[in-house]
């Protein structure tokens, strides 16, 4: 029996990497999984069959699991995602938002389509299947009086630190940590929990990234050895955070990189400064922006209040 056995799960860019490496965890644990994916390249170009691949390799080892193909980033798409895994299997019990194209370019060189593509697979169609999931859940609570759903998107290193070249990658990233931390406020009263992994793994995404170290692309793990880039490393962590043991944690973002799981905490205050009772004098603010809240330049100005 695993933590997750009965449970049903849509995993979105479950046919290669890290989807996949989620998709056979699931499996591991009981669940049923659906695993949609589009096919296409790591662009999101053209179309294909990788979901097969990856439910033939569940089937393989005695699990249940289907595939989709649609492209999360439509509406209408994402339902019938939604509605399949109801049909298939009764219900709806884990949502995980993993699709993802990368178009890089520094943002002189970035087309307007590269930044609206990458925005629509990660952002748009993250929504898109929470919004179909949240309806599945709330009229479930509804009737029920209680539901146990589970969202969990997938961010990256780029959305929470930066990337040179990923203006497009990164700002979707960073976006679905905003839109996690607004789902678990509105879906909580329902019983479901919202959360976000940025997990790491050598994938067609990955070797894409500009400046990525080409030796771990071509280093071979000798079998039995822990390989740290193995995109299946983050798949238990979301088991965990799929499963009924984590009911009281949404919200958060979990950092998972190869041996090392770090809990991420957002923007905080770090110093302050105040007015008081007047407005304040675009003349005066050099000397209290970089003295008390920078530390840059000489205070010059020390009249306003510090915190």
């Known amino acids: 029996m695993g933590i997750l056995e009965g449970k049903i799960a849509i995993v979105t860019g479950g046919g290669r ?20 994916d589009f096919g296409g390249s790591s662009r999101g170009e053209g179309t294909g069959r990788a979901a097969d691949d990856t439910v033939k390799l569940i089937t ?4 249940q699991a289907v595939a989709n193909y649609a492209d999360v980033s439509s509406l209408q798409e994402a339902g019938e995602l939604v509605a399949q895994a109801v049909e298939t299997y009764g219900g709806l019990d ?24 990458v925005m629509a697979v990660h952002v748009k169609g993250s929504w898109t299947t929470s ?4 309806k599945v859940w709330r009229d479930q609570a509804q009737k029920n009086g209680k539901s146990a759903g589970r969202i969990i998107n997938t961010t990256s290193g780029a959305g929470l630190f930066g990337n040179f070249g990923q203006t497009n990658y990164a700002t979707a990233k960073a976006a679905l940590v905003g839109m996690t931390l607004t789902l678990a406020m509105e ?22 990234i500009p400046g990525f170290p080409p030796s771990f692309e071509t280093n071979e793990v000798p079998e039995g050895t822990y390989d740290k880039m193995d995109p299946g490393n983050s798949g238990p962590i979301l088991a965990w955070l799929a499963s009924d043991e984590a009911d009281h944690v949404t919200g958060q973002v979990i950092h998972a990189v ?50």
Not at 95 to 117: C, H, S, Y
């Open 17 to 36: 990497g890290i989807g996949r490496g989620h998709c056979l965890e699931f499996a591991r644990q009981g669940a049923k999984v659906v695993v949609n």
């Open 60 to 63: 393989d080892m005695g699990g």
């Open 94 to 117: 884990i949502l995980v938002n993993n699709a993802g194209i990368a178009r890089d370019a520094a943002v002189w060189k970035m087309t307007e389509d590269d930044f609206d593509r």
């Open 131 to 134: 919004h179909h999931a949240s």
């Open 187 to 208: 879906l909580y009263k329902y019983g479901v929990t919202a959360n976000c992994i940025s997990p790491a793994g050598m994938t067609r995404i990955t070797t894409s």
């Open 258 to 307: 190869y041996d090392r799981i770090a809990w991420m905490k957002g923007w905080h205050v770090e110093k302050e400064i105040f007015a008081g009772d007047k407005k304040w004098v675009a003349e005066e603010l050099g000397g209290l922006m970089n003295g008390h809240l920078f530390g840059t330049r000489s205070i010059g100005i020390s009249t306003a209040p510090t915190k």
